[in-house]
């Protein structure tokens, strides 16, 4: 792109004069989805999601009459007693700081019950220990799945009702549920606990992958609207215009999404050691940029695939591959052939097409 | 414009208003602040530890206890978006509530009620009557209490009818709940004829003080002149008679008042007991057509014992005279509705109508299915509570988040030069708009802002942004189809406005549909969702595209500046373009690296590499010359990237494939 701007290359995108053969190259990403897909379940099923502690319950300590109630200290007294541990601290009442972990055995109540009584200069009968129970327990995780199941099927029926194409709506949860495997699998690769922030950053993921979609998807209708009333393009062509048209929109858009939450990720979790916040915005960070990846690279070409197999689009690609055909047979001008393959530019009212273009003379002469 | 100003001015007046009348302080924290009210994860608040004690004698299961947290949670979400923790500690349920907690908070979940249901003797208006006997003449029927054949006040009249369906809506969303007082510690309810109760303690029982052989729970034959006497001399509006509190007999009789202490009433022994009862819901009564009406109603279902219970009492009420043929629906020893039975109904599920309005009917809603949770709570310690998320964490998040827009700023100035100035004023202004609204929901709602509702709005600066690119990229799309600024502003819009309905119905779908069906922190989630969705569109709508109308007027941009991010030099393609009445326009080429060679104006793709129809030197090629050209270039085209001399550098090697398929 040396010596050009963005806006010119979003000009010839726009145009057709250059154009990524997104939609001929499927096998392709749907080769690296794949891959994606299956090592993402694999990490799933054998590391596993860890849980956070509203999910799970898990040790309390409560430690009573302290004279300081800096969190800090409760911070660095567990984990020096259990390396890795994030605990949550609050302070009740003004005297009393509480204390909750992951579940850990015996010893290591013990240990962090020393660790704290030292720390805050108490007696260790002052620490008491016991067992909390989750915040977020199996009926707030059924409800919450069932909200989304119902979400998905309207947001599903919606699309399906808007675009007036059930394969459509198909493509894009398809391509929406991929999103969600593959940034769970990224989740569970890093090893973070989940926690209810982790789960609210996943919803996120999904209404975000949707909406790119939607966008995405309805540049595709635009582009395919009258698609059947002419010859000289297929709809895979069509939409692959589409999708070149829309791509500096969706670098746009993720790049917009992105910097506030890579700025929360990078500066505020890995820099300044915000603990909480980073489980929500690696989510996010992932889910996003996945999620507009899929838009263009597995929801458009899935749905070529899956609508080139409606009765109708299959015949209508059929008669524009064998008018195309005979036009090459026939050995026509090289603009000729120009402009019978020239399926995938976009038509600019006012331009000239060359003489290609021009009704044809009859070739007996 | 109008739009514009009033939808920022407005809720900042309400706002303002609000501070000003309601203001926030330490003996009024529901009031209105500037701020936002903050979530227990960012503000802390009041730790509530509760003891559960059982109310009939059982054993309290981990299920009971489970069960029990879910009806603490759904009070506390019916009062607001408050986002509470409650979690199980051992046989403890902890409690954990944003800010000062109300001592109304407080008795909300921490008092589940005794509710019963007991047949209606008589009843007559609160204060201790002259008249002696049962009458219906002259009552100022209350609120909640009814009064049948009374005077023809409001509330006065809930039918009862039999109605299968139930809930129509979602959960109603009422004010707090101010639960009455109770202790509720007395044994579980017996009833004389419905044998669901496994202590099958009947209306004959010796320990029951009626004298008289009642022969069924609306014999007015109960009415001892003891009873009469303690009826006539009770006064409903002294304080201490409305404190209510368990301990009354279930098999006998009952003389007491209603909630809002304005009627007495002297009523049979218990018939139902609050535990029969599965659900109560509040909603829009829908009629035996099915369709909606625009009344409100609380529908009951019952479990197969209520069932059969209510089934019998309903049906030998129906058969009696008024008031006899009311049943009160008794919590915590006072009344708090007494609908009439006009039919039997037989199958669990009723209905009570009447004059509710939507807040009335959840609260009722809310009593009824909190009644019948056999599980009293005892609060152990109240405590205040700080934020579990340290204050500093929070402060690192939100300069990260900061510098994190700051990028955005500079993004959409490069991506839109002059241009990108409107995104930037328009997230200024939907982030106003966001924030009084919080605030002012925080006020009306008890919304709280917690740390994932946070990140959900900067998730959202990402959506709104959104619609102000696919718009400006739209218009773009039309000036590049060489329309000019003003005309590709209009189409633009058209187009835009499309998909971004479209694209935000489905944000909208999910933020409803989790609004209400999920709970706790994913309702939170939902409400800033639909929330941001809602504004988004609205500043689209009502501020970015008046305000590009305005500026596709003035002539820094209409004329295409090149820093005004609209630059034909930079949106149309070169060459010859007619534009209509016999006239042509040239657009000349851009001057970059690669704009020696004049473009073709529909260059396709698949149009042949090199469109050079002048020579090095300048001249025009002959179409002989141009066509040998073509077919070089071709060949070149064919043979590795090296061979592309021709080609213009800057495009990729996939043009090769889209030879290919020439």
């Not at chain 2, 004298?211 to 303690?230: C, F, G, K, M, V």
């Amino acid at each position: 792109m040396a010596g050009m701007t963005f806006a010119q290359w979003g000009n010839d995108l726009y145009t057709g004069r250059r154009s990524y053969p997104v939609v001929a190259k499927r096998r392709t990403w749907f080769t690296i989805v794949a891959i994606f897909g299956l090592a993402s379940v694999a990490v799933l099923g054998i590391k596993g999601l860890t849980l956070g502690i509203d999910f799970r319950g898990g040790s309390e300590f409560t430690v009573e009459g302290v004279t300081t109630t800096q969190q800090d200290a409760a911070v660095t007294a567990v984990q020096s007693a259990v390396p890795g541990e994030e605990p949550r601290v609050a302070v009740v009442g003004g005297s009393a700081v509480r204390v909750q972990t992951t579940q850990l055995d015996a010893q290591e109540v013990e240990d962090v019950s020393l660790a704290l009584a030292e720390a805050y200069d108490v007696e260790r009968a002052d620490v008491a220990t016991s067992f909390v129970g989750p915040t977020w327990g199996a009926g707030v995780s059924m409800r919450a799945l069932w909200g989304v199941v119902v979400f998905v099927l309207a947001a599903a029926a919606f699309m399906a009702i808007y675009f007036r194409a059930w394969r459509m709506s198909v493509a894009a949860i398809v391509a929406m549920l991929s999103d969600l495997v593959i940034s769970a699998g990224v989740y569970a690769a890093v090893g973070w606990e989940v926690t209810p922030s982790t789960i609210i950053g996943f919803l996120t993921i999904l209404g975000f992958s949707l909406y790119d979609k939607m966008v995405v998807f309805d540049k595709v209708r635009e582009n395919t609207q009258d698609v059947l009333s002419q010859t000289r393009s297929t709809y895979g062509e069509r939409a692959n215009l589409a999708v070149n048209q829309t791509l500096v929109r969706s670098i746009n858009t993720s790049v917009v999404a992105l910097l506030p939450v890579a700025g929360i990720l990078f500066v505020g979790a890995l820099w300044l050691g915000a603990g909480t916040l980073r489980d929500l915005s690696l989510s996010l960070f992932v889910g996003i940029a996945v999620g507009a990846a899929s838009s263009i690279f597995l929801a458009t070409p899935l749905d070529v695939l899956l609508r080139g197999k409606e009765p109708k689009i299959a015949q209508h690609t059929a008669a524009v591959l064998a008018e195309r055909e005979r036009v090459a047979a026939e050995g026509g001008h090289d603009a000729e052939l120009a402009a019978a393959a020239a399926g995938t530019s976009q038509l600019i009212p006012g331009h000239h097409l060359g003489h290609g273009a021009q009704p044809r003379r009859k070739r007996a002469r | 414009m109008v739009f514009t100003i009033l939808s920022i001015v407005l809720p900042f007046i309400a706002l303002a208003a609000g501070v000003f009348l309601n203001g926030k302080s330490a003996d009024n924290p529901g009031g209105s602040s500037f701020a936002p009210g903050l979530a227990l994860d960012l503000q802390g608040g009041t730790q509530i530890i509760l003891t559960p004690t059982s109310t009939d004698g059982s054993e309290i299961t981990p299920e009971a206890i489970d069960e029990s947290i879910n009806v603490i949670r759904q009070r506390i979400d019916s009062s607001g978006v408050a986002e509470a923790e409650i979690a199980a500690q051992g046989n403890n349920v902890v409690v954990g509530i944003p800010g000062e907690a109300s001592q109304e908070t407080i008795d909300l979940v921490s008092q589940p009620a005794q509710m019963r249901f007991r047949p209606v003797l008589t009843y007559d208006v609160g204060v201790p009557a002259a008249a002696p006997e049962p009458t219906d003449t002259g009552t100022e029927a209350p609120a909640e209490g009814d009064g049948e054949g009374a005077t023809g006040e409001p509330s006065a009249e809930p039918s009862e009818e039999s109605s299968p369906d139930t809930s129509p809506g979602g959960k109603a969303r009422g004010q707090a709940v101010t639960a009455p007082r109770t202790t509720a510690t007395d044994d579980e309810a017996a009833t004389d004829e419905a044998s669901q109760e496994p202590t099958q303690e009947s209306s004959e029982a010796p320990a029951t003080p009626a004298p008289t052989e009642a022969t069924d729970p609306s014999d007015l034959a109960q009415i001892t002149p003891e009873l009469q006497e303690q009826f006539t001399n009770l006064d409903c509006t002294q304080p201490e008679n409305l404190v209510g509190g368990g301990g009354d007999d279930p098999a006998a009789p009952l003389v007491t008042c209603s909630q809002d202490g304005s009627l007495k009433w002297i009523l049979g022994p218990v018939e139902i007991d609050g535990t029969d009862l599965t659900t109560a819901s509040s909603g829009l009564r829908v009629t035996a057509q099915g369709v909606t009406t625009n009344e409100w109603a609380v529908n009951l279902n019952f479990d197969s014992q209520g069932t059969t219970a209510f089934r019998q009492t309903t049906t030998r009420l129906s058969t009696l005279e008024s008031p006899r043929n009311q049943f009160a629906i008794v919590l915590d020893g006072l009344v708090v509705s007494a609908p009439s039975v006009s039919t039997p109904i037989p199958n669990g599920q009723a209905e009570i109508s009447g004059s509710f309005t939507r807040d009335s009917a959840a609260v009722l809603a809310n009593q009824l299915s909190f009644g019948s949770l056999p599980i009293a709570f005892e609060v152990q310690s109240q405590e205040q509570i700080s934020a579990t998320l340290g204050s500093e964490q929070l402060r690192n998040g939100l300069i990260a988040g900061l510098i994190g827009l700051a990028l955005v700023v500079v993004y959409s100035l490069f991506q839109y030069r002059s241009l990108g100035m409107l995104t930037v004023a328009s997230l200024v202004w939907a982030g106003l708009i966001t924030y009084v609204s919080i605030a002012l929901l925080s006020w009306l709602m008890g919304y709280r802002l917690s740390l994932a509702g946070v990140a959900g709005l900067i998730v959202a600066i990402g959506f709104t942004a959104d619609s102000f690119i696919v718009y400006f990229e739209r218009i773009r799309d039309e000036m590049r189809d060489g329309r000019s600024l003003a005309y590709a502003v209009e189409r633009g819009w058209r187009r835009a406005r499309r998909t971004v309905l479209a694209a935000k119905s489905v944000n909208l779908i999910s933020a409803v549909i989790l609004y209400f069906l999920a709970v706790g922190g994913v309702q939170g989630f939902a409400f800033t969702l639909g929330l941001t969705t809602v504004i988004d569109v609205a500043v689209v709508f009502w501020f970015t595209h008046p305000a590009m109308q305005l500026i596709a007027k003035i002539p820094f941009f209409r004329d295409g500046h090149s820093w005004s991010g609209l630059s034909p030099e930079r949106l149309r393609a070169a060459g010859v373009r007619y534009v209509g009445a016999g006239r042509v326009a040239t657009q000349p080429a851009v001057a970059t690296s690669e704009s020696a060679e004049p473009e073709m104006a529909f260059a396709g793709a698949a149009a042949t590499p090199t469109e050079s129809r002048a020579d090095a030197s300048g001249r025009r090629m002959t179409i002989a010359e141009r066509r040998a050209a073509e077919r070089k270039a071709a060949a070149a085209a064919e043979t590795p990237p090296g061979g592309q001399t021709s080609v213009d550098e800057s495009q990729h090697a996939d043009r090769g494939e889209n030879e290919e398929s020439r």
